[in-house]
């Protein structure tokens, strides 16, 4: 998991926004927030990111170039 947390990180900016797009973001940046170590924020992004959430890591990514682990 900690590799799949490195190649997030060095990914592109192109890479990140394609993740933050609905229903990749849910499953990418879920499984990206449980290898940071935010179990239940991670799981619950899987639930609620795919739907609903995943605009924040957009904005996240747009404004900052990285997602937001706690939101």
Not at 13 to 18: G, N, T, Y
Not at 25 to 49: P, S, V
Request: charge should be positive; glycine fraction near 10%; hydrophobic fraction near 60%.
């Amino acid at each position: 998991m900690k590799e799949y947390v490195k190649a997030i990180d060095k990914a592109s900016i192109l890479v990140k926004l394609i993740l933050a797009l609905p229903v990749l973001d849910g499953i990418a940046y879920g499984l990206y927030r449980i290898g940071k170590g935010r179990i239940i924020i991670g799981i619950l992004w899987i639930i609620i990111g795919i739907p609903l959430l995943w605009i924040v890591d957009l904005i996240s990514v747009i404004l900052f170039g990285k997602v937001t682990i706690l939101v």
